[in-house]
């Protein structure tokens, strides 16, 4: 059977371009080489309780904001969403406590109490927020000019503009200090990724009452409806070219699978490696996409909780030790920074059941133990992830008194496991690096050199749950034209 589009890899950006692809009519099938589908967002099941592997919280989904049109379509609105508090996020650096409002202007007057000199600068900074809010749809708009304004935002530096705009040192750690969610780094940084990963939540921030794998299970099924095919434990071991065109994926159980368009949720390196032979994807080509830098993964330490033990809180709780937020994690030092996150609980009750704490980790942490797999590393890894979450728990208390009592059980990830069982390289977190210095190399189109191989998710432009839809919907316009898409969102 030849598909009209074959899809690589069952992460977020692959369900969602199976999803609006099968929707319009077309003949999908999705191919995983896991056990299940669902890439980062997916979730894994311990003593009855699932557990999530990368999603906490996501922005702008109320009416009329960022992502509500996209997750409308996509049938995603109807999950059980909790909305956070009004201060979604807290941020404490060095014993002093910040907080994170919804709503552009309420975000600049709390933060603003804090620091009045900057009152001004600090709606300034808002409106920029909602005006690249705004822009990221309006690229999907077939009479768009507003490429170049995100242009110019994305050869702009994050740590640059904020040096520029703002004068108090702790106001620009304070602002840095929610962006776990994307890897800070000052000499890199695109302003437009930092905006961009930041600014929906000040729309209006959400968590699921349920693990993440709700998102993965609703496109799933709803892809089946339209009569979408997905394929576990089907891994692609090579992307057959004939004149200059992919002809038809290779697995690595022996079937093969005819296609007329190919999309690639995986790695952009990894997809080049299974275009074995090609006339279109030249040798400069792989070797700029094997050449640009990974971001760094996480280190992740989730908490079953006793019954009753603690009650649930529905913000964000973000600490660092000292004002150093924008450089702690390249620091050798023991654990200086992370998030704190609990789940909603389920029962009805006011306890929560888990907590998660969460700080990066670079690959050079784990790079000792790269050629072992998960259940073969050894004592001496069994002993740096104890001792790295003793040392997370031990900054988390301060904040949760009594935390270490209460917990009934605790399971670790590290960038080895995101590795080996999403199969992103190194473990990234959020991806290819972006790089305001060399945006043109660092930001990738949809687009490949062959025609009619696409790429999709989290590597391209955007990362994270939101970033990962927009990139989706750019990926579907290359197939349904950007009218189609505009529809979709333009409301």
Request: aromatic share 10%; glycine share 10%; charged share 20%.
């Given at each position: ?63 009329g ?44 007057e709390?933060?603003a109490?804090d ?59 304070v ?126 330490v989730?908490l ?19 004002p ?13 920074g ?68 209460m ?11 995101y ?14 690096r ?18 009619n ?12 749950l ?26």
């Open positions: 059977m030849k598909y009209d589009v074959v899809i690589i890899g069952s992460g977020l950006g692959g369900l969602e371009c199976a999803y609006i692809l099968s929707r319009a009519g077309m003949r999908v099938l999705l191919l995983e080489q896991g056990t299940q589908a669902g890439g980062c967002i997916q979730s894994y099941r311990r003593h009855g309780l699932s557990y999530d592997t990368g999603f906490h919280y996501v922005g702008g989904l109320d009416e904001q960022t992502l509500y049109a996209a997750f409308d379509y996509l049938g995603l609105l109807r999950l059980p969403w909790q909305r956070m508090d009004a201060c979604f996020d807290r941020v404490t650096i060095g014993g002093r406590t910040f907080a994170f409002a919804e709503g552009y202007d309420a975000f600049a709390t933060l109490a620091f009045p000199s900057e009152r001004e600068a600090l709606h300034s900074y808002a409106r920029l927020l909602k005006d690249v809010a705004r822009q990221q749809l309006g690229v999907l708009n077939p009479c768009s000019k507003g490429a170049s304004q995100a242009s110019a935002l994305f050869e702009t530096g994050a740590y640059p503009y904020f040096r520029e705009k703002f004068h108090d040192a702790m106001l620009i750690n602002l840095g200090g929610t962006s776990l969610k994307m890897e800070l780094r000052k000499e890199s940084l695109p302003l437009f990724t930092f905006a961009h990963a930041g600014g929906s939540f000040i729309e209006s921030s959400w968590r699921l009452k349920g693990d993440g794998g709700q998102i993965v299970h609703s496109l799933i099924n709803d892809i089946r409806s339209f009569g979408g095919e997905i394929i576990c434990r089907c891994g692609v071991q090579e992307l057959v070219e004939k004149g200059g065109q992919l002809v038809r994926a290779v697995c690595k159980n022996g079937e093969s699978y005819e296609g007329k368009v190919f999309i690639s949720n995986i790695h952009p390196a990894a997809t080049c490696d299974l275009v074995k032979q090609s006339e279109k994807m030249k040798k400069v080509y792989r070797n700029r996409i094997h050449g640009l830098p990974n971001t760094f993964g996480m280190f992740t989730s079953c909780l006793k019954p009753c033990s603690l009650p649930y809180f529905n913000y964000n709780h973000y600490v660092y030790r000292r150093n937020v924008w450089t702690f994690h390249q620091e050798n030092r023991p654990v200086e992370m998030m704190i996150s609990c789940r909603v609980p389920e029962d009805g009750s006011k306890y929560t059941q888990q907590v998660d704490l969460l700080t990066p980790m670079t690959w050079d942490s784990c790079r000792q133990w790269s050629d072992t797999r998960i259940g073969q590393r050894g004592d001496a890894y069994l002993r740096m992830k104890k001792e790295k979450a003793e040392e997370c728990i031990r900054l988390a208390e301060p904040f949760i008194p009594g935390l270490r009592e917990v009934a059980e605790c399971y670790i990830s590290t960038p080895l496991t590795r080996d069982y999403t199969g992103a390289p190194e473990g990234t977190a959020y991806g290819l972006k790089d305001f210095r060399d945006p043109l190399m660092t930001l990738l189109s949809p687009r490949t050199p062959i025609p191989l696409l790429l999709t998710g989290q590597n391209l432009m955007l990362h994270g939101h970033g990962v839809t927009m990139t989706a919907l750019f990926t579907c316009a290359e197939v349904l034209g950007k009218e189609a898409i505009w529809n979709i969102v333009k409301n």
